[in-house]
């Protein structure tokens, strides 16, 4: 069983409208994107700094420990 499909008549202007609101949609995602990406990358050099930290403090305990 095929379901009819409802076709809409739009003017011209509203069919500007809509390209325009597509394409700002796509602009928008494509700014959220980047912001995951980016907040990704920044995590990671978070992490990779928690852990740097973490072992200069272990092997400056350690240097005590050994003096």
């Known amino acids: 069983q095929q379901k009819q499909l ?3 008549h739009v003017t ?3 069919e500007v409208n ?3 609101t597509l394409k700002a949609i796509g602009y928008n995602l494509k700014r959220l994107e980047n ?3 980016n ?3 920044e995590s990671n050099s978070l992490k990779n700094f928690a852990n740097n930290l973490h ?3 272990h092997d400056i305990k350690f240097s005590f420990i050994i003096q």
Do not use: D, L, S
């Open 6 to 8: 409802n076709t809409v």
């Open 55 to 57: 072992r200069e403090n």
């Open 18 to 20: 809509n390209r325009i």
């Open 12 to 14: 011209g202007q509203e």
């Open 39 to 41: 907040n990704v990358e």
């Open 35 to 37: 912001m995951i990406k």
